[in-house]
């Protein structure tokens, strides 16, 4: 009886307890916590910034695509949950009699909801295991959150999409949205090019309005109705900067800021923590992994799907949640579609296999690309673009340390490989081309293309090194080079010392890859029954 009343007590204890945190070995509430100290130190006096998580998206029926959530919220909470929102106050105020200095509103826990989909945090949760003060129901927005216009000098948000599917999913996220746009006078029709107008022309002073002026007459071209507004036109017809500065004070104070909260986020995103460094060492070592084995693997009959499939096998195989992009698997011609996701082609014959995958990792996604020989050898045209593309490659990283930009490590592959195809005769020297049609790098972190700001290298980013040559069927050169597609990525670390490349593990050289391609693969072993 005792033992039988002391499992009744342990199951009740099971089925009550708190919603566990998502990733025990992710970032912890702390480091989130933080972060909106970081965001609160860049924001304006007396602003308040406001963040809603994503929608669900619905794949068909009762059916809903995995859900994910918006990086950016992500980043700000460690919440992973649709339905929410979340309200930063540069200061703490005073907000239903109590001085808090964030808020975030949440779905309710819900048995019957999570019997189907799994388990909420809840308000209490919310509290416990990510640390908010101040968690309140999605319900409460309205009447909870404090935001009265008249009381901020600045409303940071994002532009919020009309598009968000309205299903009684999402209908709490658009109850939230609808009401903070009744509350902040958000435009019914959001014009976003005059808002950056205003923005620009607010922003210039008498250094930089002469380059304003040289923006807006570009962006002009592109909407010619700019020049209706009054406000505009005689900013740009200023006869001099001291005039403009007149114009400039005549502009009103806009108090909702659709940009500037993407650009603090930015700020904040594009130098990695520590801790955030750890999280993406394991998602590219583990994408390395996938890269290692797939070339002991790879041999002439295999499918781009049974390739696909081997690389995200290891990565759930090492408990990664994810893929950080859909995963490009490219065999021959195939592999000149630069965001190539079909996967389809059967039977791989004697080609390159251009293979671009990420595994996420507690939210973080490695990025990284390899360009094998099925045949286990690369012929002389192949090894010739692939040798060219390396050395791309590796310019970028020899420059690759803190003040370097990524102009400059774009322009010194793109050299290289200008150079390289004329002297293969693909091209004319000095002849443009499409063969190279990307750029070279992006930040890397919880988004692939993780937002930055552009600026200089510095210790503590994340980016990616990526050249490529892609030579399509019927290219206007030599049939041989035909089908020909190179991309060599990898993930690389700024520190003091200059670049860490973290993807080092997958081999890159020509014959690293031939002798890696020689070893014997375990799934040789791995024999399946035929099924017709
Ligand atoms: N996998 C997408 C990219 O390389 O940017
Ligand atoms: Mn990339
Ligand atoms: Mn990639």
Redesign the pocket.
């Given at each position: 009886m005792k033992r039988i009343i002391g499992i009744l007590f342990l199951l009740a204890v099971a089925i009550s307890s708190p919603a566990q945190s998502y990733f025990e070995d992710g970032l912890s509430s702390e480091w989130h916590s933080q972060r909106r100290d970081e965001l609160r130190k860049l924001m304006s006096p007396n602003s308040v910034a406001v963040f809603f998580n994503n929608p669900v998206k619905n794949r068909t029926n009762d059916v809903d695509y995995v859900y994910h959530p918006n990086t950016d919220f992500f980043y700000l909470t460690g919440f992973r949950e649709p339905n929410a929102a979340l309200v930063i106050f540069s200061e703490e105020r005073e907000v239903n009699g109590k001085m808090a200095d964030e808020l975030m509103f949440l779905q309710n826990r819900d048995p019957r909801a999570e019997m189907w989909n799994g388990k909420r945090l809840g308000v209490e949760g919310m509290m416990s295991e990510l640390g908010f003060e101040n968690a309140m129901l999605n319900s409460e927005f309205a009447a909870k959150s404090g935001i009265n216009l008249d009381d901020f000098d600045k409303i940071l948000t994002f532009s919020l999409s009309d598009a968000i599917e309205e299903s009684s999913t999402n209908m709490p996220l658009i109850q939230m949205m609808e009401e903070f746009k009744a509350a902040t006078a958000y435009p019914d029709k959001l014009d976003e090019v005059s808002a950056q107008v205003y923005k620009m022309i607010k922003n210039s002073d008498l250094e930089t309005s002469d380059r304003v002026v040289q923006s807006l007459k570009r962006l002009q071209r592109q909407y010619p109705d700019l020049m209706e507004d009054p406000l505009v036109s005689s900013f740009m017809n200023a006869e001099s900067p001291e005039k403009r500065m007149v114009v400039k004070e005549e502009m009103p104070d806009q108090k909702l800021d659709l940009s500037a909260l993407g650009e603090m986020m930015a700020v904040l995103r594009e130098i990695k923590t520590p801790e955030e460094i750890v999280l993406l060492k394991k998602a590219v070592k583990i994408s390395a992994v996938g890269q290692v084995e797939v070339m002991k693997a790879a041999k002439i009959g295999m499918t781009e799907r049974e390739i696909q499939g081997v690389h995200e096998f290891i990565y759930k195989r090492y408990g990664a949640e994810e893929l950080g992009?859909p995963s490009?698997v490219g065999g021959g011609n195939n592999g000149c579609i630069l965001?190539y996701i079909e996967n389809d082609k059967r039977d791989l014959t004697d080609r390159l296999l251009l293979m671009?995958l990420?595994a996420e990792w507690r939210g973080y996604t490695a990025?990284v690309?390899r360009t094998i020989p099925i045949s286990g050898k690369f012929n002389a045209e192949e090894k010739a673009i692939y040798e060219l593309v390396y050395q791309a490659q590796e310019a970028g990283i020899a420059l690759s340390k803190p003040g370097a930009t990524f102009q400059e490590i774009d322009a010194a592959g793109r050299k290289i490989i200008n150079d390289g195809l004329a002297e293969l005769g693909i091209i004319k020297k000095g002849e443009s081309h499409m063969y190279f049609p990307?750029g070279t790098s992006?930040h890397l972190g919880l988004d692939?293309?993780d937002p930055g700001t552009r600026k200089p290298l510095d210790v503590g980013m994340v980016f990616?090194i990526?050249p490529g040559i892609y030579i399509p069927e019927g290219s206007n050169c030599d049939k041989k080079w035909w089908g020909i597609a190179v991309?060599i990525?990898d993930d690389i670390l700024i520190t003091e010392s200059g670049a860490v490349n973290l993807s080092a593990d997958a081999p890159r050289t020509v014959t690293a890859i031939e002798e890696m391609m020689r070893q014997p693969s375990v799934l040789e072993e791995w024999v399946l029954p035929e099924i017709d």
């Open positions: 992009y490009i965001h671009d990420g990025d690309t990307h992006h692939v293309h990616t990526e991309r990525e």
